[in-house]
C-alpha cells in the first residue's frame, strides 16, 4: 500500500537544469534511507544519490558537484537538483524509499516507476 510518485522529468538542453520529486505516500510509519538511481539502455541501474533520514548524503562519482539530493522528511519526499547536465544524464531516474510500515515491521525498499530524463547536446 505504499507508492512513491516521480515528477519533473523531461527533456533538457545541455548545461540545463532539472528538478525531480518524489512523494512517498500511503501507510508508512517511517521513511529512512532515500535515493534516487537511474538506468541507461543497455546497462545496469546504478545509485546517483541518497540520503539518510539524519541527512547524510552519497554521491556517485559522476554526479558530484552537479547534483544536489535533498529530502523534506515531513512530506516523506525527496528531491533531486540536477544542474550542469549532460548527454551522459540521459538515463530512466527511479525513486527508492526505505521504508517502515509499522513500528513492529522490519524496513523494505520500494520503488517508483520511474522517469525519463534526456539531455540534448
Known amino acids: 500500500q505504499v507508492q512513491l510518485v516521480e515528477s519533473g522529468g523531461g527533456l533538457v538542453q545541455y548545461g540545463g537544469s532539472l528538478r525531480l520529486s518524489c512523494a512517498a505516500s500511503g501507510s508508512i510509519y517511517s521513511v529512512n534511507t532515500m535515493g534516487w538511481y537511474r538506468q541507461a539502455p543497455g546497462k545496469q541501474r546504478e545509485l546517483v544519490a541518497s540520503i539518510t533520514r539524519g541527512g547524510s548524503t552519497d554521491y556517485s562519482d559522476s554526479v558530484k558537484g552537479r547534483f544536489t539530493i535533498s529530502r523534506d522528511s515531513a512530506k516523506n519526499t525527496v528531491y533531486l537538483q540536477m544542474s550542469s547536465l549532460k548527454p551522459e544524464d540521459t538515463a530512466v531516474y527511479f525513486c527508492?524509499?526505505?521504508?517502515?510500515?509499522?513500528?513492529?515491521?522490519?524496513?523494505?525498499?520500494?520503488w517508483g516507476q520511474g522517469t525519463q530524463v534526456t539531455v540534448s547536446s
Open positions: 527508492k524509499g526505505e521504508i517502515l510500515r509499522s513500528s513492529l515491521s522490519y524496513p523494505r525498499d520500494y
